[in-house]
């Protein structure tokens, strides 16, 4: 069951992930209609995601459970009679947060695509790594086939600046992967725009 929550939006919490969230992680690559699109390699076993959630990786990696919280959610640990109000729906993550330029990725369950949550918990999340680490900017890769990723990216500011060619065998061929980045004074601006467009709404 996820912990606490990290970062709040208007639909999706952030959690910390716990041991018993495991077998829900697991899906990263065992469900073909997630493991595919995130290029996975080899399913991971249970034990192996237990210890990455216990100890994290050599990676400097941040990871947090994306979920969905009811109206009796609670905000730290939930205890047996709370775990219902708290559905975890994806996780979102990021590798070489201590460089300058973080690797960031996400998925979702398949049920749960195509409703904006993706969106609003990527923005939660690089909110989250720009406030809280000294990071330059954050890259990101999507497959070429993966049109949604590549929309997402887009949606949220992220710039296409290259194109590796060939990279992973996914799924019975080899596949190109998009690059994209985003600099941490292109988020702010982004941000910051938003927002005023936000107060402007209000004082109309």
């Avoid at 949550?117 to 086939?145: C, K, M, N, P, W």
Wanted: net charge negative; with cysteine; hydrophobic share 35%.
């Amino acid at each position: 069951m996820p912990g606490p929550i990290v970062e709040r939006g208007d639909r999706v919490t952030l959690r910390t992930a716990e041991k018993g969230d495991a077998a829900f992680l697991q899906r990263a690559s065992t469900d073909p209609d997630i493991r595919y699109p995130l290029g996975t390699v080899s399913p991971h076993a249970k034990h192996e995601v237990e210890e990455y959630i216990e100890e994290g990786d050599d990676d400097d990696g941040v990871q947090f459970l994306v979920c969905l919280d009811g109206p009796d959610a609670p905000t730290g640990h939930p205890d047996e009679e709370e775990e219902d109000a708290i559905e975890p729906i994806g996780a979102v993550m990021a590798n070489h947060v201590d460089w300058d330029r973080p690797s960031l990725a996400w998925w979702l369950l398949p049920e749960r695509q195509g409703e904006g949550y993706g969106r609003e918990a990527a923005t939660l999340f690089l909110d989250h790594l720009f406030r809280t680490y000294d990071v330059h900017g954050l890259s990101a890769d999507a497959y070429d086939f993966n049109e949604a990723s590549q929309g997402l990216l887009e949606s949220l500011g992220f710039t296409r600046e290259g194109r590796g060619r060939e990279v992973r065998f996914v799924d019975g061929e080899y596949r190109d992967a998009v690059n994209f980045g985003i600099l941490r004074r292109e988020w702010e601006e982004r941000r910051s725009d938003a927002e005023d467009g936000e107060a402007s709404d209000r004082i109309e």
